[in-house]
């Protein structure tokens, strides 16, 4: 958009002229509206056609050529709707009249839409005015120091310096470390990357291990030495098989069964003189008379 001339009202020009004289020239706000021209002069007007919203000055800076860059922060978050922003006027307070309109520019059909609030669209725009203050030698403005925003410009040139002293002070950090390490002098309390804990005699705090479950036991483990566990098999915990039981089945096939069997040996009692004891007796059959033996021995000659 473009408001084209920027123009001084009747009452702008006069008021100019008495900061030429010495009066103060102070300014308070600026406002925009979406007003039409219809046939007005500009300088007839002591107000815009139709004031949309009012702007709280953020900037004021005094230039070399009888000149001044007034600014305010025109957002959408504080109107009511959207409207066609067609009107610009600059607002000063005259001694005499109170305040009053100092100059006003229209863009009739370059209007610029500005949104309603709420919308995906967050407006924020800086106005500044240029406006011609002459030889006046007292020129101010009513400033809100909360709106006060850095320029672009001049963030950025905040955050490339500080970018810059971020950075060289990170570099020399790492020489230092860089070098501390190339030479190993160190704090030898610190490990190289690969070196290994040749001083940690033990753990700082002992630990416990543990066994739960069918078979439990615990013992405190702290690197000085190592450790043995007592455990305990719980009863009734779990089965064994014959064939899980290393060479059970085969010493069991070497037995004799209570229920009887034919035997591939001989079956030697035990020699003792447990005469009145049921027990196995080794039977002798022969044709000769006894002799040798044990006790207990039982011995049948027959002819």
């Not at 300014?27 to 300088?43: K, N």
């Not at 006027?89 to 610029?112: K, M, S, T, V």
């Not at 483990?221 to 059970?248: P, R």
């Amino acid at each position: 958009m473009s408001f084209g001339l920027i123009a001084f009202t009747n009452r702008g020009r006069a008021l100019q002229a008495k900061a030429q004289a010495g009066t103060q020239l102070n300014f308070t706000r600026i406002a925009v509206g979406d007003g039409q021209l219809s046939g007005q002069a500009i300088a007839d007007l002591t107000a815009l056609v139709h004031e949309v919203k009012s702007i709280t000055l953020n900037k004021f800076k005094t230039m070399t050529d009888g000149k001044v860059v007034i600014g305010g922060v025109l957002s959408n978050q504080d109107i009511a709707a959207g409207f066609y922003w067609r009107e610009l006027g600059l607002f000063a307070q005259d001694p005499d009249l109170g305040e009053i309109l100092y100059c006003y520019g229209n863009a009739g059909d370059l209007a610029e839409y500005i949104p309603s609030p709420g919308g995906s669209e967050i407006i924020e725009k800086q106005v500044d005015i240029v406006t011609i203050v002459g030889n006046a030698s007292s020129v101010t403005a009513t400033i809100d120091q909360s709106l006060v925003y850095e320029t672009i410009i001049g963030a950025q040139e905040k955050a490339d310096a500080a970018r810059t002293a971020a950075n060289n002070y990170t570099d020399q950090k790492f020489a230092v470390i860089a070098e501390d390490l190339a030479s190993h002098n160190h704090d030898n309390r610190y490990l190289g990357i690969n070196a290994n804990a040749v001083s940690a005699s033990k753990l700082q705090t002992a630990r416990t291990i543990s066994l739960t479950g069918d078979v439990t036991g615990s013992v405190s483990f702290n690197g000085e030495s190592n450790v043995s566990m007592t455990t305990t098999v719980a009863d009734d915990s779990h089965n064994h098989s014959i064939n899980t039981i290393t060479n059970l089945q085969s010493t069991l096939d070497s037995k004799v069964p209570k229920s009887g069997t034919t035997m591939t040996g001989v079956l030697v009692a035990q020699n003792n003189t447990s005469y009145t004891t049921k027990q196995v007796r080794n039977i002798i059959l022969s044709t000769s008379n006894p002799s040798g033996g044990n006790n207990g021995d039982i011995w049948i000659k027959y002819k």
